[in-house]
């Protein structure tokens, strides 16, 4: 199976290099972007028994070495056999 | 708008720390994870006049600020209103 | 003027991805490997007056644009003529 | 023993998010940044019999899981005991 999960910064948590290239922006005349954050991208190929086992192992992986629950949320967007 | 773009590593280029990542799972009794491929996830928040002017702008902002197109490919995974 | 800078994760942030890599190590065979932390590293070069100048300029770019001061401490480790 | 490690992107390989905090500077009226460019940091704690091992092992760690040596150079900086 193939999975994507999203890890970004929880929204009070500031991210300057996000803001940086939204600043950088303006500088090479792009009009109307307002804001920029920056997160990770994991994509995951893995063997498991069906969808609720993969599942449950997506989550194990994500909160233990792919975020840190106490600064980033989590989400495993798509799942596909 | 809403924008989602997604930037990963050209297929043949490696990724020692998703490698790193795939490597973690085992010696944790994870079982089942073939591999992990770590890239960089953007949330970007702009006015556009429309959506395809929107889309010419993202693919500006993706291969000058967000990417390098030698050893990166970029996709707007999403955009809404 | 050429400078160095370090941002680094607060000692009491968890850093899952340097956790990954000293786990890995294990997989691999490396013995002795007790923690890995990933921080960040920024190579600068500016024009400034003068050393004092270019440490008020490099200060307030690291508080700014290069570090989130909540959760990382920057340290300007070299600067060079 | 204690090292800390510098990973960077060869000279020639563009970093666009080094380029767009660069970028930004000029728009938060910093002036005099000429160039940026982001590499890693890594601070590995680590058991080795003496400096020579320690360094065997760190060329080993950064050419194996902290580095892609095709895009990427490594240099360890510092080694203390």
Redesign the interface.
């Known amino acids: 199976m193939k999975a994507l999960i999203?890890?970004?910064l929880k929204p009070d948590?500031?991210?300057?290099?996000?803001?940086?290239?939204?600043?950088?922006?303006?500088?090479?005349g792009?009009?109307?972007?307002?804001?920029?954050?920056?997160?990770?991208?994991?994509?995951?190929?893995?063997?498991?028994a069906d969808e609720s086992a993969a599942r449950a192992?997506l989550a194990?992986?994500s909160e233990?070495?792919?975020?840190?629950p106490?600064?980033e949320d989590y989400e495993v967007v798509s799942l596909e056999s």
Chains 1, 2, 3, 4 share one sequence.
């Not at 233990?64 to 840190?68: E, G, P, V, Y």
């Open positions: 999203h890890v970004t948590v500031l991210d300057p290099q996000g803001k940086a290239i939204q600043r950088a922006t303006g500088s090479l792009y009009e109307g972007i307002q804001s920029v954050r920056q997160g990770k991208l994991f994509e995951v190929e893995l063997d498991a192992l194990e992986l233990k070495l792919l975020s840190n106490v600064i």
